[in-house]
């Protein structure tokens, strides 16, 4: 019975030492393991030190409302991507997924030009965790319930 | 009962011998009716459209990825805790299963993520810590298999469990702790299903059909185990008479 008590102390020990050298780990690359960074906390992330033209990142968020737009050459598209705080122009050069449009969530991957607009690479559609069929969909909006950022 | 009422392999065997078939017609069942909802009853989803099917496969298979090295971890604590005979044989069994689901959970995930996403794989957190399960199973499988004494490879495979159960909760809540491309849970969450009940039910009859699966074939693999262990043994016997 002791030794079968020991072995559960040292099992339990060792579990909880390696956890908790896990989470500081994780803490510690926290910078490194989000996928994307918000307009705000790029904002922030500007404000602290320039970003260099070159270096490659995602943000991510909302495509705001009435911000989609083509520029003269008919291929480029221009968005503004919103955290409902701070708002990021994108202009982007390449095929959309299926999913975008004004209101939906995405990450857009690419870097930050001479005049302060973002210029994506690529763009991926995020969606969110709720899943209803298209009359319940209809029924909230109708009835004002609706609850999602979504069109 | 103590916990050591089936450490009697004669008993364990007897009463899996019962449970295995009734396991595998419930799964057998479940699934038919479950894919049956999934596919051709539940609606198509009022933003993804017919796309949506790929959740009814995919979350009941990551559920079961996150839920066989539950299991495997918590078997090889007993194991090496209060030396279960059993344990053993059940993390060993349950490896090959989690990794198969594992698997089916990355694939699916990846063609779910083309038409939704735009693109096949992305390194969020999510998908990163769901891959490192994978090379974790493998890991553990190799392990086994790397070390010929049984007992000192139960003793390794079963530490090495233990220290990649540090990624269980690192999966579950990766979507809430960090930005992902993922979205975060629709079912287990804080409050309440964001999946309207049309499409939870199937959902829900799939995770039993893939859970009742489980059961079946980890008791044909612990009897095949035990199978080999005997046979292993009568050598043995035979050889020093």
């Known amino acids: 019975m002791t030794r079968k008590r020991r072995r559960l102390y040292i099992v339990s020990g060792f579990m909880l030492i390696f956890a908790t050298a896990a989470a500081l780990v994780l803490m510690a690359f926290e910078e490194n393991i989000v996928f994307f960074y918000s307009p705000t906390e790029l904002a922030r992330k500007m404000e602290q030190q320039p970003i260099p033209p070159n270096r490659r990142l995602r943000i991510g968020g909302l495509v705001e409302e009435g911000s989609l737009g083509r520029e003269k ?19 982007f050069r390449g095929f ?23 210029v994506a690479t690529e763009v991926l559609a995020k969606h969110d965790e709720t899943y209803m069929p298209k009359e319940v969909a209809e029924a909230l909006k109708e009835a004002g319930q609706w609850q999602g950022d979504h069109e | 009962m103590s916990m050591h009422y089936f450490a009697n392999p004669a008993r364990f065997t007897r009463l899996a011998g019962r449970i295995q078939p009734l396991a595998g017609c419930l799964a057998a069942i479940l699934l038919i009716v479950g894919l049956y909802l999934a596919l051709v009853q539940a609606p198509a989803d009022y933003q993804q459209g ?11 298979s ?53 038409p939704m996403w735009g693109t096949w794989w992305v390194w969020d957190a999510r998908l990163t810590s769901v891959l490192i399960l ?10 086994w ?16 469990a233990l220290v990649g159960a540090v990624n269980v909760p690192i999966i579950k809540f990766s979507v809430d702790w960090w930005n992902t491309l993922h979205q975060p849970a629709s079912v287990l969450r804080m409050d309440g299903p964001a999946i309207h009940p049309s499409m939870l ?36 016997a035979e050889r020093s008479s």
């Open chain 1, 96 to 118: 959309l997924p299926d999913l975008f449009r004004e209101g939906q969530g995405i990450v857009a991957e690419g870097s930050v030009a001479a005049d302060g607009k973002f």
């Open chain 2, 50 to 60: 017919e796309t949506v099917r790929i959740m009814f496969v995919h979350v009941p």
């Open chain 2, 201 to 236: 039910w199937p959902l829900l009859i799939m995770a039993l059909a893939f859970k009742a699966y489980f059961v079946t074939l980890l008791l044909a693999r612990m009897r095949m185990e035990l199978n080999l262990r005997r046979i292993r043994a009568l050598r043995l």
């Open chain 1, 73 to 91: 050459d008919g291929v480029t598209i221009t968005f503004r991507v919103t955290d409902t705080v701070e708002v990021i122009n994108v202009r």
């Open chain 2, 134 to 143: 994978l090379f974790l199973y493998l890991g553990y499988m190799a392990l």
């Open chain 2, 62 to 114: 990551a559920w079961m990825a996150l839920f066989c090295y539950s299991f495997l971890a918590v078997a090889s604590a007993v194991a090496l805790i209060w030396k279960h005979p059993l344990a053993d044989l059940a993390a060993k069994a349950s490896a090959p299963i989690g990794a198969g689901f594992t698997f089916l959970a990355l694939v699916t995930g990846s063609l779910w993520g083309k």
């Open chain 2, 145 to 160: 298999q790397a070390i010929e004494d049984s007992q000192k490879a139960a003793k390794a495979a079963a530490v090495l």
